[in-house]
């Protein structure tokens, strides 16, 4: 997977990843860095609406809750692996970008507010191990820039997965 050159980010991009680097190494705990990361990005990204990293659960099946921001906790909290959008990127390896939720089958809703959702999905050792799920309330909330900077997050936070 090949990330864009730093003269290609944008610079909002380049600052977050510097501080949520800076945030996980400085963190007293794997738990601790994700939720900090978490908290960044919502904190940075207006359109960020609601951030939740999924872990794959032990047995390989599920993802699972961890940390999270935004302004209601989902009821979601744990997704089969192939259910949902969260579930197809956590099968398939590949960022899923959803322009509007509402046309989308695999969408488990969660928030009335959501109209656009981008996941994410973090590798480690080759496999999936979790992923970044953010909401948007805008239609097309989300684009390559988006994916690539979240790509280059999920790679800082794959250390960080719960280890069984």
Not at 48 to 74: F, H, Q, R, S
Request: aromatic share 6%; net charge negative.
């Amino acid at each position: 997977m090949s990330h864009p050159v730093a003269e290609d980010r944008p610079v909002e991009h380049g600052d977050a990843l510097n501080l949520i680097r800076s945030a996980i190494a400085e963190a007293p705990g794997p738990s601790a860095a994700a939720q900090k990361a978490v908290d960044l990005l919502h904190e940075r990204f207006g359109h960020y609406d609601w951030i939740g990293i999924y872990w794959v659960d032990p047995n390989k099946t599920d993802l699972v809750l961890g940390p999270w921001t935004g302004p209601e906790a989902t009821e979601h909290t744990r997704i089969p692996i192939g259910v949902g959008i969260c579930g197809a990127a956590a099968a398939s390896g590949e960022t899923e970008i959803v322009d509007d939720v509402n046309a989308d089958p695999r969408y488990l809703a969660c928030f009335t507010t959501t109209r656009s959702e981008i996941v994410v999905p973090i590798f480690a050792e080759g496999s999936v191990v979790g992923e970044i799920d953010v909401d948007g309330s805008d239609l097309t909330a989300f684009d390559q820039n988006d994916a690539d900077f979240l790509e280059e997050i999920a790679a800082l936070l794959a250390p960080l997965r719960p280890r069984a």
